[in-house]
């Protein structure tokens, strides 16, 4: 079975820039998150999607970052413009549903924002 | 809020030796996750913890869960340098609609040596 994939798993931008991360969830999940990942510390949610639905964005700055799932499989984040406090690992996961179910994370992509 | 945090947040053993990680979390939940992340990789999940006195055991890890005290413990048995790396544990929000919506410890950076 294939993981879930994520592209670039690397991107230098300078600040104010605009960026984007693709997300491909592993086949038949209906449940897609987006994590923030700073050095040193857990992941911390971004948004949760249930099949192309926001479940939850709560944590999700909207002034710079939105996300789409269409036809509730493929994803992407957008940062615009981004922050110096950006920098991250942006991972995406998937699940079989929302409760109770396991998360399954990908490579996440390393962002550096200088 | 649900917050969740591990101790210690450094661990250096030797191998051969048995230790203990603790997760405490200050909510409600009967769902917890443990995972382990290498260097620059993504999060592998190791323990998948649903009720109250569930235990798991994958070689030389063992994890448990007492949601009464809120309270997981990851315990290592016989330390191998191959064990070193750093583990999270995650427990489920578990609030009315946000069920999946996993809260990080800040990690336990685990490292064995001869």
């Known amino acids: 079975e294939a993981g879930v994939a994520q592209s670039p798993r690397y991107k230098i931008i300078e600040k104010r820039q605009s960026v984007a991360f693709w997300c491909n969830p592993i086949?038949?999940?209906?449940?897609l998150y987006w994590y923030q990942q700073i050095l040193g510390q857990g992941p911390k949610l971004l948004i949760q999607f249930q099949n192309n639905g926001v479940v939850d964005d709560s944590q999700l700055p909207k002034d710079r970052f939105s996300a789409e799932r269409l036809k509730g499989v493929d994803s992407t984040l957008k940062i615009q413009p981004a922050k110096l406090e950006d920098s991250a690992v942006y991972l995406c996961?998937?699940?079989?549903?929302?409760?109770?179910?396991?998360?399954?994370f990908g490579p996440g992509t390393r962002l550096t924002v200088t | 809020e649900l917050k969740v945090e591990q101790n210690p947040l450094f661990l250096s053993m030797q191998e051969g030796k048995n230790y203990t990680i603790y997760c405490n979390y200050s909510?409600?939940?009967?769902?917890l996750y443990w995972y382990r992340q290498d260097p620059g990789k993504s999060l592998e999940s190791l323990f998948v913890l649903l009720s109250n006195g569930a235990v798991k055991q994958e070689g030389r890890l063992m994890a448990s869960l007492d949601t009464k005290a809120r309270l997981s413990t990851l315990h290592i048995t016989a330390a191998v340098h191959d064990l070193s790396a750093t583990y999270f544990c995650a427990v489920d929000n578990n609030e009315a609609n946000q069920g999946g919506k996993l809260i990080f410890g800040q990690g336990t950076e685990l490292s064995v040596k001869p």
């Open positions: 909510t409600t939940s009967d769902r």
């Open positions: 996961a998937s699940s079989w549903g929302a409760i109770s179910y396991e998360q399954y």
């Open positions: 086949s038949g999940h209906a449940t």
